[in-house]
């Protein structure tokens, strides 16, 4: 058995991770709709069986994709919520910081841009919805009042409007500071 044999049986986490940032790149360069399993592998330097092991399919690698970003997006958001002294609202400021960095619109988070693409799927788009519900029940105590909700609507049409082209971060970051203003009990 060769060596890189060995070290993918012992890395399988590894191997799963090199394959989902692959399909994020490719995803992020190309669109999903030009994303091909051949190239998943190739980019992610394993085999197409290989990459069959971890994902059995194409819709399951994406499937995984999603997945690991609402991880990332979850693991943001608490990280947030922790450090956020008041609890009004505490989700909401959360959701709007980490939807609306200014460094997710120019390329340095290449998950925001392939979120649209994603979006645009019925499949997982029901998904995200499913997300957001669930997220909202836990933090109802917190998040359930109609200011809060428009406020995240506000910060879901932001977002939206600005995939796909480079706003200037002042804009965003204005933007951003009024939203989680009107996210504050004060406000109300």
């Known amino acids: 058995m060769d ?4 070290k993918r049986k012992k890395q399988p ?28 592998a190739q980019r992610a330097g394993v085999t197409k069986g290989g990459l069959f092991h971890h994902f059995p399919s194409k819709e399951a690698l994406f499937d995984g994709l999603f997945d690991d970003i609402i991880e990332q997006l979850d693991s943001e ?23 609306l ?16 693409a ?3 799927d019925p499949m997982i788009n029901q998904r995200w919805m499913a997300w957001m519900a669930g997220r909202l029940t836990q933090h109802a105590d917190t998040d359930d009042h109609p200011s809060l909700e428009i406020v995240r609507y506000a910060t879901d049409g932001a977002w939206y409007t600005f995939v796909g082209r480079v706003p200037d971060s002042g804009q965003i970051e204005g933007l951003k500071a009024r939203l989680t203003a009107l996210a504050r009990k004060s406000s109300r």
Do not use: C, H
Not at 3 to 6: F, S
Not at 77 to 99: C, H, M, N, Q, W
């Open 77 to 99: 958001i608490d990280k947030i919520i922790a450090e956020d002294p008041e609890s009004y609202g505490t989700f909401t400021r959360a959701y709007i910081a980490v939807l």
């Open 118 to 120: 994603f979006m645009a």
């Open 13 to 40: 986490d590894a191997v799963r991770r090199s394959l989902l940032d692959a399909a994020l790149q490719l995803g992020y360069e190309r669109g999903l709709a030009a994303v091909t399993v051949q190239a998943v």
């Open 101 to 116: 960095r200014s460094g997710d619109f120019n390329g340095e988070q290449q998950w925001a841009g392939l979120s649209a």
């Open 3 to 6: 060596t890189v044999g060995m």
